[in-house]
């Protein structure tokens, strides 16, 4: 089991940055994968950008350039970070951490990123 607690979202205005954190706990050392995902208003649930397999990383186009991701490794707990730049109003959403352990799924709460015009 992984628990995944998400943190930073909020309100901000067009061409401002927000800094999301994920902390997972649990059986850290299996996961494989790791990321954040979106969902806005009426629309399916999108990868925003993860890491993958050999350490690799992968970003939606729509946040390449203006959304950094990394993390924070040690002995007892894996956090994940989103770096958000130039934040556009198409990128209000929730976000979603995800984890991957062997084939199963974790999902955190999900915060909201509301960005203003």
């Known amino acids: 089991q992984v628990q995944l607690v998400e943190s930073g979202g909020g309100l901000v205005q067009a061409g401002g940055s927000l800094r999301l954190s994920c902390a997972a706990s649990?059986?850290?050392?299996?996961?494989?994968?790791m990321g954040w995902y979106r969902q806005a208003p009426g629309k399916q649930r999108e990868l925003v950008a993860a890491?993958?397999?050999?350490?690799?990383?992968?970003?939606a186009d729509s946040v390449k350039v203006r959304f950094t991701i990394s993390r924070d490794n040690n002995k007892n707990k894996n956090t994940v970070y989103l770096q958000m730049n130039s934040l556009k109003p198409e990128d209000t959403a929730v976000y979603y951490c995800?984890?991957?352990?062997?084939?199963?799924?974790?999902w955190g709460k999900g915060t909201l990123v509301t960005v203003s015009s």
């Open positions: 995800n984890a991957v352990v062997r084939f199963s799924n974790y």
């Open positions: 649990g059986n850290i050392f299996s996961i494989t994968a």
């Open positions: 890491f993958i397999s050999g350490g690799r990383t992968n970003y």
